[in-house]
Every structure is written in structure tokens, then in C-alpha cells.
């Protein structure tokens, strides 16, 4: 059983707009909420991450949106670049307990 | 600092045969992980460790083994490789701490069964 869904699989968007990816979990006992960015041939790398206690969260161009009462959560990019093509995860997890992570979503960005 | 470090990098098994992954951290992270990384599966844990001596199943445990005897090794094992464990295998560690629980990735180990 999938604990956390992402869509979609797959993102095409053009240089200058806005990517956004979604996830959804069952467990209300998550308590930690990160995203992870993989590049060709290399390991996942934490992006950004949020706890359940704020309904949003911003470093530069990523934003996360956390929806407690749906349990969904989703990841924008503004102002979307070329190098941001990547493929990215979200993930869930009880603090002192293991990760669960999403499907993916291969992000492209079209200059 | 070389943070989490996989040996090897790519590997090439026949079926039946058996092999160790080494994954190596100098965090001093208490946590550590095995996950696969298959096409449109996303990253499957398969099994993890929350300290030195042990050792809990993940999501996909079949055909693997780990063992942890020092904190900063996590070692899986395929005792008799099938092509189904033909994957991208990526190992994890991270500290126990509310504030502070990224995971940490390493490079990964492209494995191939034939």
C-alpha cells in the first residue's frame, strides 16, 4: 500500500512558469514533510520541508503547501528554469521513524 | 566531509550468484537506509536501521540481507541474485532529532542481473 501518492508522473512546463506537483498521504501521524530533488545519475538531495504546524513554507523560487485537514501537500516552482529539470520526490514521516516517498515526478523545462 | 558514500557504483551479477553493498557514513547519523529505486516506483525501502546492532524490514525486505555491526556501515546483501533485483540501489542516513531529520543520499549502485 502506497503511503504517500504523488502526481503527477510526469511535468512538462515552459522557461518562466509555474511547476507544481502534489502528494497525498493517509497517516495522520506524519510529522515531517520534505522534498527531495534527484538529478540524472545522482542520489535525492533535500529541496525544502515543512511540519505540520504551518500551512506554508518558502526558500527562494520552491513553496510548499501543506493542507492538514485534507492531508495533501504540493510543491510549486516559480518562475520555473532549465536547470530545474530533475526528477522530484515528496516524502512523509513519523520523527524517530522511517520515510515513505512518493512515485516521482519527472519535472522538464522547456527554454 | 564525505558525507554517505556506496561501493560499488555499478555491478553486473549473474543470476545465482551473491554480493555485498557496502554504504558508509561520517555524520555519526544514528538512522540509516536501504532503498530501490525502480521506473515509476519511486524509491522502496528495503530494509533500515535505527543504531548500531540493528536492523528492522522495510517495504520490499525479499531476497536482501543487512547487517550494521559498526554505527557508520550499512551492508546489504543478495545472497542468490534474480534479474528482479535489477535496480538503482541508494543508501540513506539521517540524525534523530526532531529539528533536524534530512536524509542524507549517497551516489547510488546500478546493479544488473542477467
Known amino acids: 500500500q502506497q503511503q504517500v501518492k504523488q502526481s503527477p508522473q510526469s511535468l512538462i512546463v515552459q522557461k518562466g512558469g509555474i511547476s507544481i506537483i502534489n502528494c497525498a498521504y493517509e497517516n495522520t501521524a506524519f510529522d515531517y514533510f520534505p522534498w527531495y530533488q534527484q538529478f540524472p545519475g545522482k542520489g535525492p538531495a533535500l529541496l525544502i520541508a515543512?511540519?505540520?504546524?504551518?500551512s506554508e513554507k518558502k526558500e527562494g523560487r520552491f513553496t510548499i503547501s501543506f493542507n492538514k485537514s485534507a492531508k495533501q501537500f504540493s510543491l510549486h516552482i516559480m518562475d520555473s528554469q532549465p536547470g530545474d529539470s530533475a526528477t522530484y520526490f515528496c516524502a512523509a514521516s513519523r520523527t524517530g521513524n522511517q520515510f515513505y516517498f512518493g512515485t516521482g515526478t519527472s519535472l522538464t523545462v522547456i527554454p | 566531509n564525505a558525507g554517505v558514500t556506496q561501493t560499488p557504483k555499478f555491478r553486473v551479477l549473474k543470476t545465482g550468484q551473491s554480493m555485498t553493498l557496502l554504504c558508509a557514513q561520517d555524520m555519526n547519523h544514528e538512522y540509516m537506509y536501504w532503498y530501490r529505486q525502480d521506473p515509476g516506483m519511486g524509491l522502496r525501502l528495503i530494509h533500515y536501521s535505527v543504531g548500531e546492532g540493528t536492523t528492522a524490514k522495510g517495504e520490499v525486505p525479499d531476497g536482501y540481507n543487512v547487517s550494521r555491526l559498526k554505527k557508520q556501515n550499512f551492508l546489504l546483501g543478495l545472497e542468490s541474485a534474480a534479474p528482479s533485483q535489477t535496480s538503482v540501489y541508494f543508501c540513506a542516513s539521517s540524525y534523530l532529532g526532531y529539528m533536524n531529520t534530512e536524509a542524507f543520499f549517497g551516489q547510488g549502485t546500478r546493479l544488473t542481473v542477467v
Open positions: 515543512i511540519r505540520p504546524d504551518v
